[in-house]
């Protein structure tokens, strides 16, 4: 039977209408506007500069700790790619004379910051210059390839942690309890390099307080989807029991 155009026109209104919409996004973290997080943060002023470079593929994930830490901290840089050897960007930030630049990666000959005394740790940065944290964000495999290939980071002095506590995320699977997010890395480094005095306020807890709350809502919305996925299942096999 052939269809009229006055058919044809319903039923093309009807799929659209059973179609779910898009949704809206937020333009500044990137995240659906039921799970946006920019309302949780409070601009955080460091002694230290951090240069976040995110592999594309994390780039595109919805949980992007590395912009979630740019997003967090003033005067960070976040820059995409994988290798960075002629990187315009990168390159002009390690040949500034005002900084003196470590990679966050813990390879072979790394210094663990945990191990150190704080006189120690600060004396890692000469004084009147501005130490710059490079930060490399993506899977440890990507992190791994990045190092590899990029001839300009594999240069530079590296630094490390000993963490202390098993990661907080709790909707993405880690290697090991104790692999961190970039977001946490970066806390744990401002931590360990801040000179701030223990008995001062600690803004920069802050950055786990905005990773808590995305986790919050992740967990929510995945127990919210589980329930309404089995409720009727559940239903219908009480009907046949």
């Not at 470079?53 to 995409?80: F, N, Q, V, W």
């Amino acid at each position: 039977m052939s269809l009229t155009l006055q058919d044809y026109n319903r039923l093309k209104q009807e799929r659209l209408s059973s179609e779910i919409p898009p949704r809206e996004l937020c333009y500044v973290c990137w995240r659906p506007k039921g799970f946006c997080y920019c309302g949780k943060i409070r601009k955080l002023t460091s002694e230290l500069r951090f240069a976040i470079l995110i592999h594309p593929i994390e780039e595109k994930r919805p949980i992007a700790t590395g912009r979630m830490a740019h997003l967090c901290l003033e005067d960070s840089l976040l820059i995409e790619g994988d290798d960075f050897s002629n990187n315009t960007r990168v390159n002009a930030l390690l040949a500034d004379p005002g900084a003196t630049p470590v990679v966050l990666y813990p390879g072979p000959g790394s210094v663990d910051l945990s191990t150190l005394s704080g006189p120690d740790r600060r004396a890692l940065f000469p004084a009147g210059k501005k130490p710059l944290i490079v930060v490399i964000d993506g899977t440890w495999n990507s992190a791994q390839k990045t190092m590899w290939v990029s001839r300009n980071l594999k240069s530079l002095p590296s630094i490390r942690f000993t963490p202390s506590t098993p990661s907080r995320i709790r909707v993405r699977h880690q290697p090991e309890k104790h692999c961190y997010t970039t977001i946490e890395a970066i806390h744990q480094v401002i931590d360990l390099l801040d000179k701030t005095p223990a008995s001062s306020s600690r803004p920069h807890d802050n950055l786990l307080e905005v990773l808590d709350y995305m986790v919050g809502l992740q967990l929510n919305f995945a127990g919210e989807r589980k329930r309404r996925d089995s409720g009727p299942r559940k239903r219908i096999a009480a009907h046949r029991a």
